[in-house]
Structure formats: structure tokens, C-alpha cells
């Protein structure tokens, strides 16, 4: 081997290692202010989010989470955003919030417990549009997942809920000795907030969230557009966004058409307006001409990932596209599952194909920075590699920049940044290494 490949081989296997140790994430030491450097963002448009945080290592949207996450070296960190019965942002992943805080333990808040048709299904649980933030602040974060994440479940009940703007000032006070750190906030259920939902004393929502986004942004002096992405998986969103209400604010943000399952999902915003006869031309503007057959009843996702719409949305609103990892590599399902880290539970499922769905290219083509999600590192979220290798999230990830990905989304930030950093490594000129 030679010298060069051999400085190489250790600097993965010491990447590798930092990134896999549960230990070392779990106590990381004091934050320290950093220098730029040749690994910068800013120096190569790579970037890794810290989704939800570092949802990994502790219980999502929580500011620890995010803490934690900017800590690893995380450039983005993304609240996804809902509404209390008073109109502020606050960060959860969804609007129900029975699996993600301790609400049930409340008797004062038992009453208010019921079921809402969320974008088309029933969902029963306790609604943040139905509390207050001062009322939501008595409640403590619990860890959504904690069959798959059991060292999570130890932090439950110490932490709040944060508002949006907390977020924010956490990235601003974070953003020192070099490092500038972005927000990417999603808008959840904006159809649901603005026109459909209803509190439970039946009263409309009426709750526009990118006016509400744009105001916290512009009202925390957070407007610089290389710090900020904001993302939906809904249209109609984005586009409002984009020709009224950032206009009106008198800032200009750029926007990520996130897509939900190519094939089985379609936007719920387009469900909602076909089924009360809404103008589409008026809303959607020119993508019911670019969208093969129209938009209709039948449209997916995958209907709106074609290099016609991809190249309109470049055009009239997005500055980028935010697949799932599922949709841009399509896997196969597994029978039965196995057991690729030998912890006697068979949890792997998938195998990749090898096929990586043209989107890809067709959307950086037309200008489109991609950010797909979400790199886990958890044996159920991971797959086979088409030669029938059990793959690891570093691996994934290495793949993902490998084909042109300017960042994902992840729930280990560590793992992405030591993910980018093997990345850069393998193309820098031996001469430099």
C-alpha cells in the first residue's frame, strides 16, 4: 500500500469510529468556537442537517437536540413547525403531540383529548392548536421512538417544548468564531392551519404558518438567505410563499419542494383543492401545463418529479428539491428480515436496487440543489447495498454526496460530517493529502 493510501485508510477508520461511538455522542464536550476551514460549507456547498437535531442522541425538536446537533457540526438544524391556540410557532413533528410529550400524564388536560381528520385521516391525540404556549410549556419532551431508541427514553421529562423563535436565537448564538449556523424549518400541515382545521370549541384555525415563519424570521432579524431554507411537502404553500408573502415582507428565501413516496403519496394541498372545486390555474400557475396529464384526482409525487416540472419550479419558485433516500434509490423489500449487526433482533428489510431514479439529474440540471432524507443509523432505517452488503449510514451517506447530493438530512449529524469530511478526502489530489 502505498503512503498516501495508507494515511487515507486511517483517516476513515478514524472516522469511522468517532462516528459510530454512542458513547462519545452521548457526553460531547463544551462547545468551542471554530476557525473556517477547507471543509467549510461556504468553501464547497456541502452541508449536513441535523434533522429534528440530532434526533439520534436525543429527544427531537428539543433545543438539546439542536444543541447537540450544531455541537457535531451540524450547518442547518430544522424545526418542523405548528401552531398553538394563540398563534405561535412552536416545534414539533406534528400537531399531535401524544407521542412526543408527556401530555397524557396531565389529568388537567385530559378533557381535550379527541380525534381531528388530519390531511384526510383520523387522528386522536392532544392538538398544540388546542393549548396555549403557556399551557404547552408545562409539558416535557418524551422520545418519539423509544423501542428503537431506548438510550433516548433517559432524557425524558427535562425538556420543553421550544417556540420557533427560540430556535433562532439558539442558531444566532451558536453562529461565532467562523461558523454561521442555518435554520431549515418545515411548514406542517399548512392546508390544515390555514383553511381546514378546527380547534376543539370548533372554531376555524385560520393560521397562515409561512406568514407566520416569515414574521418570526423578519421579527429575530434571522433574513440572511444563505442561512435559511424553508421546506414543505405541500405546493400551494411554497408558491404563496414565494409571490405574496415573502414579497410583502420584503425578503426572499429559498424554498425545498420536499416529496413524500413517488408512488403511493400525493400532496395533500391538491387533494384538498380538487375536492372543493378550487381554481388550480390560480394557485399552481403554469405546473398543472408542466405536469404530464394535468393535475388531477390520480397525481402523485412522482407525477411531479419529471424534468418538465422539475425545470418550472426552478423557474417560478424553488431553489431546491428534498426526496426521500427510498424514492431516489428504490429498494426491495426483504423476507425474511436480517440481522446485520448481530444483536439477535433481525431488523434489516431492504435492498437497494441500483437504480437511481432520474430525478436526480434531472433536477440538478435544471439548477436545484437536492437534500434528501434522512440518513439513520438505526438497523430498521438502513438496507443492502445492490451487491447484497449490509450498508452503515456512514456508507449511505458517502454514497449520497458520491451522487451530487449537496446535503441531507440526518439524525446522527457526526455521522454526516464525518461522512463529508471522507468524502472531500477521497478527491483531493494526492499531492495535497
Wanted: hydrophobic share 40%.
Amino acid at each position: 500500500m502505498t503512503p498516501h493510501c495508507t494515511k487515507l485508510a486511517r483517516l476513515f477508520g478514524a472516522l469511522l469510529l468517532s462516528a459510530v461511538s454512542a458513547a462519545a455522542c452521548a457526553e460531547m464536550p463544551a462547545v468551542t468556537d471554530r476557525t473556517p476551514d477547507r471543509h467549510a460549507p461556504d468553501r464547497h456547498g456541502l452541508i449536513v442537517i441535523g434533522h429534528r437535531g440530532a434526533s439520534g442522541y436525543r429527544p427531537e425538536h428539543t433545543l438539546e437536540s439542536y444543541r447537540l446537533a450544531i455541537r457535531m457540526g451540524a450547518d442547518f438544524i430544522e424545526p418542523d413547525l405548528v401552531a398553538t391556540r394563540d398563534g405561535v410557532l412552536v416545534a414539533r413533528h406534528e400537531n399531535e403531540i401524544s407521542g412526543t410529550t408527556d401530555v397524557a400524564a396531565h389529568p388537567e388536560f385530559a378533557d381535550r383529548r379527541t380525534t381531528k381528520t388530519l390531511d384526510g385521516a383520523a387522528v386522536t391525540g392532544w392538538f398544540t392548536e388546542d393549548f396555549t404556549l403557556a399551557e404547552l410549556k408545562t409539558l416535557r419532551a418524551k422520545e418519539r421512538i423509544p423501542a428503537i431508541r431506548p438510550a433516548n427514553a433517559r432524557f425524558d421529562g427535562m425538556y420543553q417544548i421550544p417556540t420557533f423563535a427560540e430556535v433562532v436565537r439558539l442558531a444566532q448564538r451558536e453562529s461565532r468564531g467562523g461558523r454561521r449556523i442555518g435554520i431549515y424549518p418545515e411548514t406542517k400541515h399548512p392546508t390544515y392551519f390555514a383553511r381546514e382545521g378546527r380547534r376543539l370549541d370548533g372554531t376555524p384555525i385560520a393560521i397562515s404558518l409561512g406568514a407566520k415563519l416569515i414574521e418570526t424570521l423578519v421579527a429575530e432579524g434571522f433574513t440572511d438567505p444563505r442561512r435559511v431554507y424553508i421546506q414543505s411537502f405541500e405546493f400551494e404553500n411554497l408558491i404563496e410563499l414565494k409571490t405574496r408573502i415573502m414579497p410583502r415582507a420584503g425578503v426572499d428565501l429559498p424554498l425545498v419542494q420536499l416529496y413524500d413516496d413517488f408512488q403511493s403519496r400525493r400532496p395533500y394541498d391538491l387533494a384538498y383543492n380538487l375536492a372543493h372545486g378550487a381554481d388550480l390555474g390560480a394557485i399552481y400557475g403554469g405546473l398543472a401545463q408542466q405536469a404530464e396529464g394535468g393535475l388531477g384526482a390520480n397525481t402523485r409525487y412522482g407525477d411531479l418529479a419529471s424534468e418538465p416540472v422539475l425545470r418550472w419550479m426552478k423557474a417560478n419558485y424553488a431553489s431546491g428539491v428534498g426526496p426521500s433516500k427510498s424514492s431516489l434509490l428504490p429498494r426491495l423489500a426483504l423476507d425474511p428480515k436480517l440481522d446485520a449487526d448481530g444483536d439477535g433482533k433481525a431488523e434489516l428489510g431492504t435492498r437497494n436496487t441500483g437504480v437511481v431514479h432520474p430525478m436526480l439529474a434531472w433536477a440538478l440540471k435544471a439548477g436545484l440543489v437536492v437534500h434528501p432524507y434522512t440518513v439513520r443509523a438505526e438497523e430498521p432505517f438502513l438496507s443492502l447495498s445492490p451487491n447484497g452488503i449490509p450498508q452503515t449510514a456512514l456508507a449511505e451517506a458517502v454514497q449520497l454526496y458520491g451522487l451530487g447530493v449537496q446535503g441531507f438530512f440526518t439524525d446522527q449529524p457526526d455521522i454526516g460530517v464525518a461522512a463529508r469530511e471522507i468524502f472531500l478526502d477521497l478527491h483531493r489530489p494526492l499531492r495535497e493529502r
